[in-house]
């Protein structure tokens, strides 16, 4: 097994609603004294805690139901030593005949006319590369240039309402583009082991032992929106080319409707967690969750002690910062770390 904790600093860093970046120490901390060797990142958005499991030297599965995580853990945890060379680069940039549907349908909507016809021209060149993690580094290359693009990086709302002028913003689209390839080239290592992206419903996924499964799904509140889709809408579709996917044509945004899943209501959080928890039982099973959130924390201990002999909780201090429509506030929430073996 080999180990590459130097790597961790390379990961691309991302606003990703609800990223454990600052988790990391903690969750290996939780970790490190049980002996393991697969591990399964069931929720994976950013990607950034398979990635950190990665550079440990385990062999990682990294599992979302969104098509973005799922790219961006292809690129990064799945990938083991495939780059894109400037050569790549300036082909993917070089104008080609595409089919203007993002210049069409988000016209005036987040970019510019010229960046749309960017978007649409890479789009097109990314279709003709060959080798899954050439592309796969390209595509979220796309998107982490979008989400940089846009004010706050999301793609909720329309026109530039937040635009403050910063650095990021004042870049092109084809800067933007070129450093993300940058930076995730450089992010890209090989530990030694068989790391996988998988694109699946949490529920769904094909069963597997795993010696380790971190779990980390979107948090219920009554309060807080927690839409994945919603929120990231644009470059979702971006990841998947918007195959399979209705665009709700009256919606300001033009978004498409969200995919369905259990954590978007407390019942259903309950009901899949206990399900999740079933289909694991013999992984040692580490949960993130937060004080603000339902199930309780009570309720939750209950839940895993349903299908494990050992729980306990391990309470991480976390300053999380929740958008509201108004404005930003500073919360001090209590996250959790349940684990269970
Ligand atoms: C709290 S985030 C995970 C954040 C991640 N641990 C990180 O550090 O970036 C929750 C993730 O669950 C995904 N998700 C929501 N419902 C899902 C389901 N039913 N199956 C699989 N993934 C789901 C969302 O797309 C989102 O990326």
Wanted: glycine share 4%.
């Amino acid at each position: 097994m080999s180990q590459h904790i130097e790597q961790l600093d390379k990961f691309p860093s991302t606003r990703y609603m609800g990223s454990k970046s600052k988790l990391l120490d903690s969750i290996w901390e939780v970790s490190k004294d049980f002996e393991f060797n697969s591990v399964l990142d069931l929720f994976s958005g950013s990607g950034v805690v398979g990635y950190m499991y990665k550079c440990h030297g385990k062999e990682v599965t990294s599992n979302d139901y969104m098509a973005m995580a799922a790219t961006y853990a292809k690129a990064l945890i799945e990938n083991k030593d495939i780059v894109l060379s400037n050569r790549d680069v300036e082909r993917i940039l070089k104008q080609t005949d595409n089919d203007g549907f993002v210049e069409r349908v988000f016209k005036d909507l987040y970019f510019t006319d010229d960046e749309n016809r960017l978007i649409d021209n890479i789009r097109a060149n990314i279709k003709r590369l060959r080798n899954p993690h050439k592309k796969a580094i390209a595509k979220a290359a796309l998107i982490r240039a979008c989400m940089k693009k846009r004010p706050r990086g999301i793609f909720t709302y329309t026109g530039q309402r937040y635009n403050d002028g910063r650095q990021d913003l004042r870049k092109t689209m084809e800067e933007q583009f070129r450093e993300a390839v940058t930076v995730i080239n450089e992010a890209v290592f090989d530990n030694g082991q068989q790391c996988v992206s998988t694109w699946a419903d949490s529920l769904k996924l094909r069963k597997k032992h795993y010696d380790l499964v971190y779990i980390d799904p979107p948090y219920y509140t009554p309060q807080s929106d927690n839409e994945y889709v919603r929120r990231y809408h644009f470059v979702e579709g971006l990841a998947r080319d918007w195959n399979g996917v209705d665009i709700q044509k009256e919606t300001k945004t033009k978004k498409f409707k969200s995919y369905p899943t259990p954590f978007s209501t407390r019942d259903g959080a309950e009901e899949a967690f206990r399900a999740i928890f079933k289909k694991y039982a013999d992984s040692i099973l580490i949960v993130s969750y937060s004080s603000n959130s339902e199930p309780t924390k009570e309720e939750m201990l209950a839940l895993l002690s349903e299908v494990k002999e050992n729980v306990k909780v391990v309470p991480v201090d976390y300053t999380y910062s929740f958008g509201t429509r108004k404005s930003v506030k500073r919360n001090s929430v209590q996250e959790y770390l349940f684990v269970g073996w």
